[in-house]
C-alpha cells in the first residue's frame, strides 16, 4: 500500500481536461516537502513532468499543470491528447519513511 | 548529454543472485546521489533506495534491507544492485535514477532514468 494514495485509473476524451489526485499525509506533501510528477509511457522508463509542486521542465507543454493543498496535490491535464495516455506518479518526500515514496499510480486513458 | 545505461535481462531460479549495473555517462558521477526503483509486473513505482557516489553509503528504504545491496564502480562511473536469495515476488523492472540535489537541474527530483532491466525468478 502507498503512502501517497492516488486513483487508480482517469479517462478522458480528446480535447477535455482531466485532473489526478495525491493524496498525503502531515508526515509528507502536508509537512512541506515538495511534490514531483513523472509520465510513464508503458514499456518506457518514467519521465520526470512536474518539479517542485508546479513547475514545467524544459519541453513540457504547458497543458500541464499541478498544484498542492494541505496533505494534497493535483496534476491536470488540458486539451487531452492521444499522446498522454499513460500512468502518472506523484512522488514526495516522508519523514516516517526517511526518504521517498511514490504514489501508486494512476492510469489515463484517452477515450 | 546524460545517460544511464542498465545491464540486460536476467533470468535466474529462486535462491540465486542477481547483479543489475547502472553505468553513467555526461556528468560528474560523484556529485549525484543514484537511486534505485522498483516496478513489479503491473504494479506502480517502489523507491527502493539510494547511495552516495561521493561517500559510497548506502540508504535502503523499508522493505529493502538484507537481500539488496547498492555498490559503485567510481572508475567506470557504474552503480550495482545485488539481489540475494531471489524469490518470485522478486521479479520485477528495477531502474536507476539520478537525484539532483541543486545545481543546473531540478532539484530534489529523479531527473534521469535508467531504461530498466528486468529480473525475472522462475523455477
Known amino acids: 500500500q502507498s503512502v501517497l494514495t492516488q486513483s487508480p485509473s482517469v479517462s478522458g476524451a480528446p480535447g477535455q481536461r482531466v485532473t489526478i489526485s495525491c493524496s498525503g499525509s502531515s508526515s509528507n506533501i502536508g509537512a512541506g516537502y515538495d511534490v514531483h510528477w513523472y509520465q510513464q509511457v508503458p514499456g518506457t522508463a518514467p519521465k520526470l513532468l512536474i518539479y517542485g509542486n508546479k513547475n514545467r521542465p524544459s519541453g513540457v507543454p504547458d497543458r500541464f499543470s499541478a498544484s498542492t493543498s494541505g496533505t494534497s496535490a493535483s496534476l491536470a491535464i488540458t486539451g487531452l491528447r492521444a499522446e498522454d495516455e499513460a500512468d502518472y506518479y506523484c512522488?514526495?518526500?516522508?519523514?516516517?519513511?526517511?526518504?521517498?515514496?511514490f504514489g501508486g499510480g494512476t492510469k489515463l486513458t484517452v477515450l | 548529454q546524460v545517460q544511464l545505461v542498465q545491464s540486460g535481462s536476467e533470468l535466474r531460479k529462486p535462491g540465486a543472485s542477481v547483479k543489475v549495473s547502472c553505468k553513467a555517462s555526461g556528468y560528474s558521477f560523484t556529485n549525484y546521489g543514484l537511486n534505485w526503483v522498483r516496478q513489479a509486473p503491473g504494479q506502480g513505482l517502489e523507491y527502493m533506495g539510494w547511495?552516495?557516489?561521493?561517500?559510497?553509503?548506502?540508504t535502503y528504504a523499508q522493505g529493502f534491507t538484507g537481500r539488496f545491496v547498492f555498490s559503485l564502480d567510481t572508475s567506470v562511473n557504474t552503480a550495482y544492485l545485488q539481489i540475494s536469495s531471489l524469490k518470485p515476488g522478486d521479479t520485477a523492472v528495477y531502474y536507476c535514477?539520478?537525484?539532483?540535489?541543486?545545481?543546473?537541474?531540478?532539484?530534489?527530483?529523479?531527473?534521469?532514468w535508467g531504461q530498466g532491466t528486468l529480473v525475472t525468478v522462475s523455477s
Open positions: 512522488q514526495s518526500s516522508d519523514s516516517s519513511r526517511s526518504g521517498w515514496v
Open positions: 535514477a539520478r537525484y539532483c540535489s541543486g545545481g543546473n537541474c531540478y532539484s530534489g527530483t529523479f531527473d534521469y
Open positions: 547511495i552516495n557516489p561521493n561517500t559510497g553509503k548506502p
